[in-house]
């Protein structure tokens, strides 16, 4: 055997160490890069509901129900919660001599006892059967999934450039008997 040979053998563990080290850091720093990611994702999704919130308690602030007598305005969420306790901070705050009650639904039957209904992405493929049944009731409902408006969703809002954007359904709203604030409508990017 000779030495060149011999020094090939000694450093191949050695480029073997080497290479292990570095694919455990690189693994590492991944790891960190997919992990900070997230949480930076995390974080934007959770100012994206804050400001949702935001904007449904000015939505409902300036809609008019056609029975005004209630006190308390019931704003229901129906499906997966993605505000958080964000969406329950709206019951500390006033609207128009009106107290807001967050209430999370589960069952369809009981959207019916709502004024306004917030629907999670997660039950967009049941939305045509649910909004079915709650037709001409005065309730304002409310979704952030892009096909929401056409399907008679009376606001829908959208992330667009970063931006929380809105479109309202007139129809959906009249049909309901409910009254949208001109205010509300100019500042929609889209009126069906």
């Given at each position: 055997?000779?030495?060149?040979?011999?020094?090939?053998?000694?450093?191949?563990?050695?480029?073997?160490?080497?290479?292990?080290?570095?694919?455990?850091?690189?693994?590492?720093?991944?790891?960190?890069?997919?992990?900070?990611?997230?949480?930076?994702?995390i974080?934007?999704?959770?100012?994206?509901?804050q400001?949702?919130?935001?904007f449904?308690?000015?939505?409902?602030?300036?809609?008019?129900?056609?029975?005004n007598?209630?006190?308390?305005?019931n704003l229901c969420?129906y499906?997966e919660?993605?505000?958080?306790?964000?969406?329950?901070?709206?019951?500390?705050?006033?609207v128009n001599?009106?107290?807001?009650?967050?209430?999370?639904?589960?069952?369809?039957?009981?959207?019916?006892?709502?004024?306004?209904?917030?629907?999670s992405k997660?039950v967009?493929?049941n939305?045509?059967?649910i909004?079915?049944?709650?037709?001409?009731?005065?309730?304002?409902t409310?979704?952030?999934?892009p096909?929401?408006?056409?399907?008679?969703?009376?606001?829908?809002?959208?992330?667009?450039?970063?931006?929380?954007?809105?479109e309202?359904?007139?129809?959906?709203?009249?049909?309901?008997g409910?009254?949208?604030?001109?205010?509300?409508?100019?500042?929609?990017?889209k009126?069906?």
């Amino acid at each position: 055997m000779r030495i060149d040979e011999h020094i090939c053998l000694l450093r191949l563990p050695d480029t073997f160490v080497k290479r292990s080290i570095f694919n455990l850091l690189l693994a590492l720093c991944l790891s960190f890069i997919m992990l900070a990611s997230q949480s930076i994702a995390i974080a934007n999704s959770q100012i994206e509901y804050q400001v949702k919130a935001a904007f449904i308690y000015n939505f409902i602030a300036f809609t008019q129900w056609p029975d005004n007598a209630n006190k308390t305005i019931n704003l229901c969420l129906y499906g997966e919660n993605y505000f958080g306790d964000e969406i329950n901070k709206l019951q500390s705050k006033p609207v128009n001599n009106h107290h807001i009650k967050v209430k999370h639904i589960y069952n369809p039957e009981e959207l019916k006892d709502c004024q306004a209904i917030f629907f999670s992405k997660s039950v967009t493929n049941n939305l045509p059967s649910i909004l079915k049944n709650l037709q001409n009731k005065p309730i304002l409902t409310l979704a952030d999934d892009p096909d929401a408006t056409p399907q008679s969703v009376t606001i829908n809002m959208n992330v667009v450039n970063e931006k929380i954007v809105f479109e309202i359904n007139l129809g959906a709203a009249r049909s309901s008997g409910l009254d949208i604030s001109s205010k509300l409508l100019q500042l929609a990017v889209k009126v069906y």
